[in-house]
């Protein structure tokens, strides 16, 4: 590659890296693997001949769409593996994303959200390669088929069924407990707004006084196993403790098996679940859930705006 075209290749690159990058995170929903899929996109670009490429930002969002699909792929195999293996796998995806720039990383997911990394992250790498192109950075369903492999109509489809696994039913329509979403989204956000805060009076305001908190085992301390808490002043101290040990643009409300909840996350991974049994305008239960197998029976939908 001579000097030129090599310093040619590089401008054009770096215009286009931001965008790639974007597309490269919303796919893999981890801020070292997006920078692992840009990099194989500019190695794939500089082993290309691209001079009479015209739309070489488009050329560009295929390849790393490709590069990003080949990886989900790859992913997907791996999670047939035990539980057990999954588990140890976390731990070591932990230290990682510790040893990263843990600011950058909540930087990019603060903009895209915690609740639909945690969704895409369950969808199909097709199903989810065909919403990100399409609803978030406009891709036709014609640019998205070969990449999938599909026909147009087929990529319309994946797009769909990822569409509806996202926002599930409409706001409004679905209810736990008597209590409308509206209202206990409200009522989690001024949870999740104190939390945020260390505010302890603002956690007792949304509390009820009784309220029992059940923590599962993987949940706690190594070593220990599930527990409860009773009452609101009880929980509130250790809530605002373990606050500040969490990332919380890593945090966000969702929908929960239907209702109101909090999901965290770590490499676009669902990590935890807060599940909230609200009464009389209260959390009267809260159910906090870490382990991986059960981690795997909650729905967890994007709360609209």
Not at 66 to 83: G, H, I, N, Q
Not at 139 to 157: C, N
Request: net charge negative.
């Amino acid at each position: 590659m001579t000097t030129g075209r090599s310093d040619w290749l590089a401008e054009r690159f770096e215009e286009n890296r931001g965008h790639l990058r974007a597309v490269a995170y919303r796919m893999l929903g981890s801020a070292s693997a997006a920078d692992d899929a840009v990099q194989e996109t500019w190695l794939r670009m500089s082993r290309s001949d691209v001079s009479d490429v015209e739309n070489l930002g488009g050329w560009l969002t295929t390849v790393a769409a490709r590069v990003c699909l080949d990886m989900l792929r790859a992913l997907s195999s791996r999670r047939e593996e035990s539980l057990e293996e999954q588990a140890a796998e976390s731990a070591v995806r932990e230290t990682e994303t510790k040893e990263m720039n843990p600011e950058q990383e909540a930087v990019l997911a603060d903009a895209v959200g915690a609740a639909l990394l945690v969704v895409l992250d369950r969808l199909e790498p097709a199903e989810r390669l065909a919403f990100v192109l399409h609803d978030m950075f406009a891709v036709s369903f014609e640019e998205i088929a070969p990449i999938v492999g599909r026909s147009e109509t087929a990529a319309r489809q994946l797009a769909s069924r990822a569409r509806k696994r996202v926002h599930g039913a409409a706001a409004g329509e679905r209810a736990s407990t008597g209590v409308q979403l509206a209202e206990q989204r409200k009522i989690v956000e001024g949870f999740l707004e104190s939390l945020r805060a260390g505010d302890f009076e603002g956690l007792l305001k949304v509390l009820d006084p009784d309220v029992v908190v059940r923590i599962d085992a993987a949940s706690g301390r190594p070593g220990a196993g599930p527990r409860e808490i009773h009452g609101a002043e009880n929980w509130a101290r250790g809530a605002i403790a373990f606050s500040r040990t969490v990332r919380l643009a890593f945090v966000q409300p969702a929908l929960v098996n239907g209702a109101v909840g909090i999901v965290l996350a770590r490499n676009g991974r669902l990590f935890r679940v807060l599940r909230f049994t609200i009464e009389r305008g209260k959390i009267a239960q809260v159910d906090i859930v870490a382990d991986p197998e059960n981690l795997e029976k909650v729905e967890v939908q994007v709360l609209e705006d």
